[in-house]
């Protein structure tokens, strides 16, 4: 098991309650996109994962470790994409991927030539002059390169140009096909999952989580749940 969420309830510093007794349960190859309103509590699940919010109750376990603990030893199994991921202006991407080569022991040079030229990043760049949307391309670069074994996207489609979007979920499919890994992936766009994962997790107006196989996403939408 890769993510063991047991009877979590987790509330915002104002004291309004996102999770109430939460289990979830992923394991290596599970393909997830978590759907929901804005503010519904999709960056606060992935953020739960990272170790980044205190719980109310209940457990986590991110590769049998809890994510809060200081002294855990596999963060360099998991990598964290997310839309508002901050990189000094001042540095090259041929300087963060390395960092990235450094901090990932499975890391690939081939995988990333390839996709500099895939996504068309330069290298020698820094990140001051990248779009948005390149600087979130050049990120996924770094992510498939690590070959980590647990993917968090927290909505980085979105900013993405439509060849660069198709591009991404093309390549997500052939990785899924050679790489053994879970992957989670928040999005606003529910067009994004069909074809690319197995499962959504769907967290309604009350904060209630419901799992389904992405065949039935459009269920979701019958029982009067909407997404922003």
């Known amino acids: 098991m890769i993510i063991d969420f047991q009877n979590v309830s987790y509330s915002i510093p104002n004291g309004q309650p996102i999770y109430k007794n939460l289990t979830l349960k992923v394991f290596k190859n599970d393909y997830f996109g978590i759907l929901g309103k804005n503010g519904a509590g999709k960056s606060t699940l992935i953020e739960m994962i990272m170790g980044m919010r205190k719980l109310d109750a209940g457990k986590i376990f991110v590769f049998g470790e809890d994510p809060n603990d200081s002294t855990r030893l596999q963060k360099n199994r998991i990598f964290i994409v997310t839309h508002d991921m901050l990189i000094p202006s001042h540095i090259a991407v041929k300087d963060m991927l390395k960092f990235y080569q450094y901090f990932y022991p499975k890391y690939d040079l081939e995988t990333e030539s390839y996709l500099l030229n895939l996504f068309e990043i330069d290298r020698n760049k820094k990140f001051g002059a990248l779009s948005t949307g390149q600087k979130i391309k050049a990120m996924l670069i770094a992510a498939f390169s690590a070959k980590a074994e647990l993917y968090l996207f927290d909505e980085?489609?979105?900013?993405?140009?439509?060849?660069?979007?198709?591009?991404?979920?093309?390549?997500?499919?052939?990785?899924?096909?050679?790489?053994?890994c879970a992957l989670l992936l928040a999005t606003n766009i529910a067009?994004?999952?069909?074809?690319?994962?197995?499962?959504?997790?769907?967290?309604?107006?009350?904060?209630?989580?419901?799992?389904?196989?992405?065949?039935?996403l459009d269920e979701l939408f019958d029982e009067g749940d909407q997404v922003a």
């Open 156 to 180: 980085v489609t979105a900013v993405l140009d439509p060849k660069s979007r198709r591009n991404f979920f093309k390549y997500l499919n052939k990785f899924r096909e050679e790489h053994e």
């Open 191 to 216: 067009e994004d999952l069909h074809n690319s994962v197995q499962k959504v997790i769907f967290i309604d107006d009350h904060h209630k989580v419901k799992v389904r196989p992405i065949e039935l």
